[in-house]
């Protein structure tokens, strides 16, 4: 909104020529998520204690966790609040992909927000079966890669290779499964590594800021070029999106740090994942997030590798799945595993990052 208002400005007062400039906005995106988070924080964990919006704990889980039991959870719904306000006031919304990010962030949360009132009205830790969450978040991943190709932006549905600089194979119709793979993959992820405080949130923000870079340098022509990178005209503006995400993610682990006063739930957990998912796919780095979400993986993969030896051998790999748990088991205090995943987080992203030269 901002964009819109002030720029226009500029020929009476050059001052307001800085609302031109994404970096810019991006910045004051991250502020405003930031403060909307804490000025609202407060009053909402209050309204779903008085709401009785209480986290159910489940029974196989580590039995240090049922102190937990009765936290505030749906704490997704501030951080989706700080994010489309931030974006809307600081982006640019004549652009396209700018709504992509929030139609699609919104719908995944929507998606945990089902889940989420139905585990809360039932009392227990079941909410929408898996078959009905994976088809809901297929449609909404096809969707979105549906509107992409029918934008008059020409946008590809190439497939961009870190490190190989001339390997862009165009996937065709085969474009819009994968899409959907990338944003189901993406938001399960994120939803498996929300298991400890302030875990998921604070990846999530090294994600996002790393993202910002991508989708900055994938904006810029000039850049784009000489890092031999996909560009992809208008995606730079999705770079505010990325800032109010960070931002968001900063307001949010305010409150959801050890020891939690609220948890973000599925409405969160699955809002955050599509959202880093969706950004992925925009600036045509979807297999970078491999790396770039390198912990998220480790997560699903943990999931993926106990669940398959347990019905093939009869054996579990781990102690317990997700990864973060086998850690409690071994006695490792929450806070340290917490901070020493988010290192692992950061190691992650940087890699991605090198992923922008070494090709």
């Given at each position: 909104?901002?964009?819109?208002?002030?720029?226009?400005?500029?020929?009476?007062?050059?001052?307001?020529?800085?609302?031109?400039?994404?970096t810019?906005?991006?910045?004051?995106?991250?502020?405003?998520?930031?403060?909307?988070?804490?000025?609202?924080?407060?009053?909402?964990?209050?309204?779903?204690?008085?709401?009785?919006?209480?986290?159910?704990?489940?029974?196989?889980?580590?039995?240090?966790h049922?102190?937990?039991?009765?936290?505030?959870?749906?704490?997704?719904?501030?951080?989706?609040?700080?994010?489309?306000?931030?974006?809307?006031?600081?982006?640019?919304?004549?652009?396209?992909?700018?709504?992509?990010?929030?139609?699609?962030?919104?719908?995944?949360?929507?998606?945990?927000?089902?889940?989420?009132?139905?585990?809360?009205?039932?009392?227990?830790?079941?909410?929408?079966?898996?078959?009905?969450?994976?088809?809901?978040?297929?449609?909404?991943?096809?969707a979105?890669?549906?509107?992409?190709?029918?934008?008059?932006?020409?946008?590809?549905?190439?497939?961009?290779?870190?490190?190989?600089?001339?390997l862009?194979?165009?996937?065709?119709?085969?474009?819009?499964?994968?899409?959907?793979?990338?944003?189901?993959?993406?938001?399960?992820?994120?939803?498996?590594?929300?298991?400890?405080?302030?875990?998921?949130?604070?990846?999530?923000?090294?994600?996002?800021?790393?993202?910002?870079?991508?989708?900055?340098?994938?904006?810029?022509?000039?850049?784009?070029?000489?890092?031999?990178?996909?560009?992809?005209?208008?995606?730079?503006?999705?770079?505010?999106?990325?800032?109010?995400?960070?931002?968001?993610?900063?307001?949010?682990?305010?409150?959801?740090?050890?020891?939690?006063?609220?948890?973000?739930?599925?409405?969160?957990?699955?809002?955050?994942?599509?959202?880093?998912?969706?950004?992925a796919?925009?600036?045509?780095?979807?297999?970078?997030?491999?790396?770039?979400?390198?912990?998220?993986?480790?997560?699903?993969?943990?999931?993926?590798?106990q669940?398959?030896?347990?019905?093939?051998?009869g054996?579990?790999?781990?102690?317990?799945?997700?990864?973060?748990?086998?850690?409690?088991?071994?006695?490792?205090?929450?806070?340290?595993?917490?901070?020493?995943?988010?290192?692992?987080?950061?190691?992650?992203?940087?890699?991605?990052?090198?992923?922008?030269?070494?090709?």
């Open positions: 909104m901002f964009y819109h208002l002030l720029v226009p400005l500029h020929d009476v007062a050059s001052v307001f020529n800085v609302f031109r400039y994404i810019f906005r991006a910045a004051m995106a991250v502020m405003t998520a930031l403060l909307v988070s804490l000025i609202f924080g407060p009053r909402f964990i209050r309204t779903l204690r008085r709401l009785s919006v209480g986290q159910n704990i489940r029974e196989v889980g580590p039995e240090s049922q102190v937990k039991a009765g936290t505030p959870t749906m704490g997704g719904l501030l951080i989706l609040l700080a994010l489309v306000v931030s974006t809307l006031l600081w982006a640019n919304l004549a652009n396209p992909f700018v709504w992509i990010a929030v139609v699609v962030t919104s719908l995944f949360g929507l998606i945990g927000f089902a889940d989420d009132f139905i585990k809360v009205r039932r009392g227990r830790n079941l909410g929408l079966t898996a078959r009905h969450k994976l088809f809901l978040q297929v449609v909404v991943g096809a979105a890669a549906l509107v992409l190709r029918s934008l008059p932006l020409g946008f590809e549905s190439t497939l961009s290779f870190p490190f190989l600089k001339g862009a194979p165009d996937l065709g119709w085969l474009y819009v499964p994968f899409v959907a793979l990338v944003l189901v993959g993406a938001s399960n992820a994120v939803n498996l590594t929300d298991g400890l405080d302030g875990l998921a949130i604070g990846s999530t923000l090294i994600a996002a800021a790393t993202y910002a870079v991508f989708t900055y340098v994938a904006g810029h022509k000039g850049v784009a070029t000489y890092l031999q990178v996909s560009a992809v005209p208008g995606v730079g503006e999705v770079s505010v999106f990325c800032g109010a995400l960070v931002g968001a993610s900063l307001g949010f682990l305010w409150f959801n740090g050890h020891p939690a006063q609220v948890f973000m739930g599925d409405v969160g957990s699955l809002a955050l994942g599509g959202a880093i998912g969706m950004v796919v925009l600036c045509k780095q979807e297999l970078v997030l491999v790396l770039v979400g390198g912990l998220f993986v480790l997560e699903a993969l943990s999931v993926i590798l669940v398959g030896s347990y019905k093939l051998t054996k579990r790999i781990f102690r317990m799945a997700p990864l973060h748990h086998h850690f409690e088991l071994l006695g490792w205090a929450e806070p340290k595993i917490i901070v020493r995943f988010w290192i692992v987080a950061l190691l992650f992203a940087l890699a991605g990052l090198s992923t922008l030269k070494l090709r």
